[in-house]
């Protein structure tokens, strides 16, 4: 007696059923997966140059305020973050643009005429000018931006990551 091999009707249909259903699932299941997941896995990262318009409204030998925002997303999420910085125009040619941010835990600082310093008001650090530590906690200088001109018009290189 030779036993047979053959599939019954009954069972191809299951078989070709069960492959169709398979692929239908596959074919839904993978798109929402990517759908749910790549805004996690995309880079975050910002790097732009930012205007801050003509370098004449920045007085000579005097700090000055500049605030800016940002966007950023982050998966799902949108945030607006508010940045700020001081620029410093040293000459008619030199220009320093530093971050308001403390590098001890990143406290906003200020700019005190009468003292001629920055000061972060959490921990009383204290900068000069050029944004050097002169005393308290903060265990470096202010950051300094990258700048460039063009067209008489000042741009810091702003990256956030």
């Known amino acids: 007696m030779a036993s047979s091999n053959r599939l019954s009707r009954r069972d191809f249909v299951k078989v070709v059923t069960a492959g169709l259903g398979t692929l239908m699932g596959a074919s839904v299941v993978v798109p929402a997966v990517d759908y749910l997941i790549d805004p996690a896995l995309k ?15 920045y007085p000579i030998g005097e700090p000055t305020p500049f605030s800016f ?15 700020g910085i001081f620029v410093l125009r040293k000459s008619e040619t030199e ?7 403390c590098t001890h835990l ?4 200020t700019w ?11 921990h009383n650090a204290h900068f000069d000018k050029e944004g ?3 005393s308290g906690p903060a265990p470096r200088p202010l950051d300094n ?3 460039k001109i063009e067209d008489g018009n000042l741009f810091i290189h702003f990256t956030e990551g």
């Open 69 to 83: 925002t940002t966007t950023k997303v982050h998966g799902w999420e949108k945030a607006v973050n508010s940045n």
């Open 95 to 101: 220009i320093e643009v530093l971050s308001n941010v």
């Open 145 to 147: 931006y990258e700048i």
């Open 132 to 134: 050097n530590v002169d």
């Open 112 to 122: 005190h005429p009468e003292l001629q310093e920055y000061v972060c008001p959490c």
């Open 106 to 109: 990143g406290c906003r600082v």
């Open 43 to 57: 880079a975050s990262e910002t790097d732009t140059w930012i205007p801050l318009g003509p370098v004449e409204n």
